[in-house]
């Protein structure tokens, strides 16, 4: 590999990752798992282990995103022809942008798993509130748009624990003082520049 070639990966990596850590970390502001893990540390006194439960399952969750992403935007260039694989592309992200504005309610879900402990609770149902949610789409699509299951799967991960790691230790208090509104007109904005980009490139 010539020293241009590995430069010119360096920086899809980078762009990969950092895009995928900043979307998803902007985009759980407010959104359903994040409720989910203020209602988790209000049930459980066992802080580690909800983050522990959080980081397993947002990485087994987003690895199988990424993986389905790459491997929607390796087939739908197969598939499609001319530009028609970047304009669905753009699409997603343009809907992502107006999803992003619509706010999450919290699921009262934790009761029922309180028997099964901070880690296996907050694992399941992390996972589970992860399946069709705003940052598993948006997930998929990144890995569609920079062709990286490890990159993606690492950034969009840990914008998940830079949004969800806080709330668990500081909680209420924290919820009440972020920006909510902003935070989803900042998300918003984040995926119409990621539609443009790709339109433009």
């Known amino acids: 590999m010539s020293l ?11 762009s990969a990752f950092l895009t995928s850590t900043l979307a998803v970390a902007v985009a759980e502001i407010g959104d359903k798992t994040q409720l989910l893990s203020l209602l988790l540390a ?25 993986w389905l992403g790459v491997w929607l935007g390796q087939s739908l260039q197969l598939w499609l022809q001319g530009d028609a694989a970047r304009w669905l592309l ?6 992502m ?4 504005l619509v706010p999450d309610k ?11 402990g901070a880690f296996a609770a907050t694992t399941v149902l992390f996972f ?12 998929v699509l990144l890995a569609a748009e920079f062709s990286s299951v490890l990159w993606v799967t690492l950034g969009t991960t840990l914008g998940m624990l830079i949004a969800n790691v806080p709330v668990v230790y500081y909680g209420q ?21 990621l539609a443009v980009w790709i339109l433009l490139s």
Do not use: C
């Not at 942008?97 to 992003?100: H, L, P, Q, R, Y």
């Not at 919290?106 to 099964?116: F, G, I, L, R």
């Open 42 to 66: 209000a049930r459980f006194h066992k802080k580690r282990a909800i983050v522990a439960g959080i980081l397993l399952a947002t990485l087994l969750n987003h690895a199988a995103s990424a």
């Open 173 to 193: 208090r924290l919820m009440q003082h972020l920006p909510l509104a902003l935070a989803r007109y900042i998300t918003s904005a984040v995926f119409a520049v």
């Open 128 to 139: 589970l509130a992860e399946i069709g949610d705003k940052t598993q789409v948006a997930t």
């Open 4 to 14: 241009f070639s590995a430069s010119l990966l360096d920086s899809v990596q980078h």
């Open 106 to 116: 919290d699921d009262d879900s934790v009761d029922t798993h309180q028997a099964w």
């Open 90 to 95: 753009v699409a997603g992200f343009a809907l």
């Open 97 to 100: 942008a107006v999803w992003v």
